[in-house]
C-alpha cells in the first residue's frame, strides 16, 4: 500500500497533477498501467478492511492466524488440492508481485526523471542489443525485444554475468513486459533460448538475483510454465514460512552461498562436498525442480521427478546427469528424514539408506541439497544438532559405500569392538575390567551398538567415582564434532520408576529442548539414559556451571 501511495506522491509533486488517473494514458503510466494499479490497490483496500472487521480495530499485518478468517470472506473454500486459505494466499502474493513489478518500473522511471541533470549518461555497448548506460541495462532501441525474442533471457543472462550492472532501465522493464507474451511453446523449444538459460545457472554470482527479477517481469513463469503454477503458493504451516516460488529460490541462494568463504565455518562439510561436484548445474536444477509440483495433489516429489526428467532432457543433459537430478527430487526428503527421525546409530539403519543412495556421487548431491533445503525452508529451525546429525549421517553413510554395500556392518563384531575399546579406555583411568562388567553386565548390548565407547566410558566413570552410586548420577557435558553443538546429559539410577517421564517434565519445565533421547535397563532395575538437549535459544548450556547445577539439582530432587 505504501508502496502505491509513494508513487502518487511523487508523480503528483512532479508532474503537478492531482491524482493518477490524470497521470493514466501518458507517457509515464499506460492505461491498462494504471488499470493494474488500481484493481490492486482495490484488492489491498478490501484485504486492509477485512482485517480490521476481525481484529475490532486499526490492524496492516496479515498475521498467520486472519488468513484463514480473510479466506472465508472472500469466498475461497477447500479442495482436495489446495485448502481455502492457500488459495487466498497465492492471490495475495500475485497481486503483491504484480505491485512490485510496477512499482520498480515507475520509481525507475520517476529517479531518472527527476536526477536526470545529476546522470553522467556514460553508455558502454555490449552487443548490437543491449548497452549499458549509467550503470543500468537498457535495449539499444524499442524493437530489440520484438526482432530478438531472445533478448528476454539473454539481458538476465548478462546481469548475472556483470556484476557491474546495477538493474534495467525503467524503459526497457516496459518494453520486456510488452513483449513477454512472445515466450510460448516455439520459444522454449528454440535451442538458443534452452541454451541461455543454462548460462545463467552457469554464471559466477548473482544467478538468484536474476532469478527473482525474472520472477517479478513475469520471464520465469513464462519460460516454466510448471514453475509459474507455485508462485505466491503458500503452504499454511507452521514449518514453511515463504512461497514455494520465494522457498525456490532460497535454496538455491543457500546453495550458491555455500561457495562463500563465510559459509564454510557454518557448513565445513557442505562447502567442501559443493566446491568438488563436477557440475554444481545439476544441482541447482534439482533445488529449482524439487518443490515445482506442490499445489496438484499427489506425492509432489514423484510428480516433480516427472518433470524434471522433461526439463533435463529438453536442455541437452546426458541421461545419467537426468536421471541423477530427477533422482534428487523425488529423493530430496530423504536424508532429512532419516537424520531425524530414524537411530542413525544402528549399522543397519545407515546401511538400508546408502542401499537407497547407490553411490557417493548421490550422496553429495542429496547431502548438499537437503542442507540448502532445509536452511530455506526455515532457518530458525535449523541449529547446530541437526547439522550434526546430518554430517554423522554423511560420513557414516561414505563409509558404508567405501566398504562395499555387499558389506553390512556385523552386529556382534561391532558390540564386540565397543566392548574392547570401553575397557580399554577405563584401564587407562585405574578402572579395572572386573569394575566396568560388574557394572553393565546386566545392561542391554544395545548401549554398546549404540553409543560409543568413550561415551559408555564416561558413563561408567561417572558411577563408579559418585559419592553414592545408590542416588542417581547425572553426568552433562557439550559435544559435537567442528564445534560443540548439543548438550548430553547422561543420567545412571537403581531402583527408581518413570526415569524418562520425570526427567523429560523436568527438562520441559528448565525450558530445555530434548533433540534426542536414549534408554537402556538392565535386568536388575538399572536405567542408564542419554538425553541430547539444547536451551530454549538452541544453544548448548555445558559451559555454563550455574545452569549445570541448576539442571543436576532439580532432575535429581524430582527423581527422588
Known sequence: MRDIQTIGWVAKRYFHKRSLVELANTHFLAAEEYE????????????RYGLHLIAGRPEERLLFDSQRKLAQMFGYVDTKERLAVEQFMQRYYRVVLAMREQNDMLLQYLDEAINKNQKQNIIRVINSRFQVRDNYIEVVNDTVFRDHPSALLEIFVLL???????????????????????????FRNDPLNRKLFMRLFRCNGRLTTQLQRMVRYGILGKYLPEFDRIIGLMQHDLFHIYPVDAHTIQLIRNIRRLGNAQEVEKFPVASHVLKNLPKPELLLIAGLYHDIAKGRGGDHSKLGAVDAIDFARRHGFSEQETQLVSWLVESHLLMSSVSQREDISDPDVIHKFALLVGDQIHLDHLFTLTIADMNATNPTLWNNWKGALMRQLYFQTRDALRRGLENPVNKKKWIENTHNDTLALLEKEGITREQST????????????RESASVIARGVKAVLTADDPSM????????GMEDDSVTRILIYTKGLANVFPITAATLDTLRLN???ARLYTGKDNYTYDIFYVLDDEGRPFAHSQNKVSEVTRKITAALL
Request: aromatic share 8%; proline share 2%.
Open 514 to 516: 530434548i533433540h534426542d
Open 36 to 47: 493494474l494499479l488500481r484493481k490492486g490497490q482495490a484488492f489491498l483496500w478490501r484485504v
Open 160 to 186: 548475472g554475468e556483470d556484476s557491474s550492472i546495477q538493474g534495467v532501465r525503467s524503459t526497457t522493464i516496459r518494453q520486456i513486459r510488452q513483449y513477454r507474451h512472445q515466450i510460448d511453446e516455439a
Open 438 to 449: 560388574t557394572l553393565w553386565q546386566d545392561m542391554d548390548d544395545e548401549l554398546f551398538l
Open 472 to 479: 542417581p548420577v547425572i553426568l552433562i557435558e557439550d559435544v
